[in-house]
């Protein structure tokens, strides 16, 4: 039997105060936002779960690796550890540090040259897709059918539709540049891959002379997962099981501002002798030097002790308790959500809690500004906004399949009281669910325009 109270496995300190405001000022602060929860100031929220990308803390191990960092511009000691490290932890023989997870994916789906070509997926996230449609590739998503529903309880909701995968690579050809892995799907609610299914992934991809790369930014909860779900991998250790992950990958990019528990950095890994050296040489153009890639050497430092700290077992089994808990605590109060809960968010069914609003009225953002309002609380749309596209032709946008809203957990950052008050602010919101206004676009962007849009409420 589970314990009731969660346990942080560290103690805290050092101390930051949360910014209080009262309803009538965050009404001004969103207001001022364009009602677009991403141009709020931080000084303006309270708990903020946009992301947890980079915004987590750090250990007194990370904190000290820091003071040794070494900044030399070339050959810089602090790149060799981390090499070290990275090649222990995945075996890819090429280490390509970049200064955040989508300039990894920039400069791979470059050299893989996706232009005229399909890049298959269980599914793509914003900045991915964004990135290999900008080199006008076009990114195909091929989750299994219950990672479409989000009632369903199926364990392993961001494995990839193995038919439908082969399917597309036999009738596509020279058109497929590769098949990726998003572990786990931040799209589609924070759901794992199975192993046994990214086996299979890996086994057709290589069976028609595709690479298999990973977006590995959570590999660790996504080893937890399988660890915790997958029969026959409970005596496992996670570090053992993600070390299975990335040997079924030709490669993998990495957002190391999630399990690389660090604020800024990225990874491109590769396995290709001439893949990596157009990598590195595009790496030189757009980044910096390949022994530091747009990271000081600090950075570089922190991110080696963040990647031997994040399969600890203690530490993964509070993070994922942690989200389960506010799941929990959510679905008490009726809240339509995504189920199971995954490794770093809860994802609201924001389409389900608000049936009166229509998919191009932004119930998801609807949602997330009533939580700032009621609360200062912010977080993310993951629906028409974010993966929406404008209809050329001047009528409604071209909808996303689901309209969530994520609720995403810094790590070791947030204690369970903080999780307790997020849920009362959430009964405040839950009981004036009919009376949520929806909004329209007064102003976007031609790419991610949910970073940028400027938003007005409809009358």
């Known amino acids: 039997m589970e314990p009731r109270t969660i346990i942080e496995p560290f103690r805290i300190r050092m101390t930051e105060p949360l910014p209080v405001s009262t309803p009538d000022q965050r009404r001004q602060f969103l207001h001022a936002a364009h009602y677009n929860p991403f141009l709020l100031r931080s000084r303006e929220i309270t708990i903020d779960l946009l992301t947890d990308s980079g915004t987590g803390a750090m250990s007194a191990a990370q904190w000290a690796a820091i003071m040794t960092g070494d900044e030399t ?30 300039s990894s994916e920039h400069i791979l789906f470059s050299v893989l040259d996706v232009a005229s070509k399909q890049v298959l997926a269980n599914s793509h996230f914003d900045t991915t897709r964004a990135n290999v449609e900008y080199l006008k590739g076009e990114a195909i998503d091929l989750v299994i059918e219950e990672g479409r529903n989000p009632g369903s309880e199926h364990p392993f909701k961001g494995n990839i539709d193995l038919a439908r995968l082969e399917d597309h690579l036999k009738r596509g050809g020279d058109k497929v540049a590769l098949v990726l892995m998003t572990v786990t799907n931040n799209a589609g609610g924070g759901q794992p891959a199975s192993l046994e299914n990214l ?6 991809a290589h069976k028609y002379g595709k690479p298999f790369m990973l977006d590995a930014a959570r590999f660790a909860e996504n080893a937890w997962f399988i660890k915790e779900r997958e029969p026959g991998q409970q005596h496992r250790t996670p570090r053992e099981i993600a070390q299975e992950m990335f040997a079924l990958s030709d490669g993998f990019t990495m957002s190391a501002k999630k ?15 001439d893949l990596a050296e157009k990598a590195r040489a595009l790496l ?4 910096g030097y390949p022994t530091y890639g747009g990271l000081a050497g600090r950075d570089l430092a922190a991110l080696a002790v963040g990647l031997q700290e994040v399969t600890d077992e203690a530490y993964l089994k509070y993070r994922i308790a942690s989200v389960r808990y506010f799941h929990k605590l959510l679905d008490k109060l009726g809240v339509p959500l995504m189920r199971p809960a ?5 994802y609201i069914d924001a389409g389900a809690l608000y049936p009166q609003l229509k998919p191009w009225e932004l119930p998801g953002v609807a949602l997330c500004n009533e939580l700032y ?11 028409t906004l974010m993966f929406g596209k404008p209809d050329q032709a001047g009528g409604h946008d071209h909808t996303a399949p689901l309209e969530l809203v994520r609720m995403a957990f810094p790590r070791r950052t947030y204690t369970q009281s903080h999780v307790d008050w997020l849920g009362e602010i959430m009964a405040e919101v839950v009981a004036r669910r009919g009376k949520a206004r929806g909004l329209r676009i007064a102003k976007q962007g031609p790419i991610l325009r949910a970073f940028t849009a400027q938003l007005e409420p409809l009358t």
């Open 373 to 383: 309002l009621e609360g200062g609380v912010r977080a993310v749309e993951i629906g």
């Open 284 to 287: 030189i153009l757009t980044e």
């Open 259 to 273: 399990d690389g528990l660090v604020n800024i950095g990225g990874l491109l890994c590769l396995n290709d002798d």
């Open 342 to 346: 995954g490794g770093h968010a809860v």
């Open 199 to 204: 086996r299979a992934a890996s086994e057709l």
């Open 73 to 102: 511009y070339a050959g810089s000691e602090s790149y060799y550890q981390l090499r070290d490290v990275v090649q222990a932890l995945t075996g890819h023989k090429h280490v390509i540090p970049t200064h955040q997870g989508r």
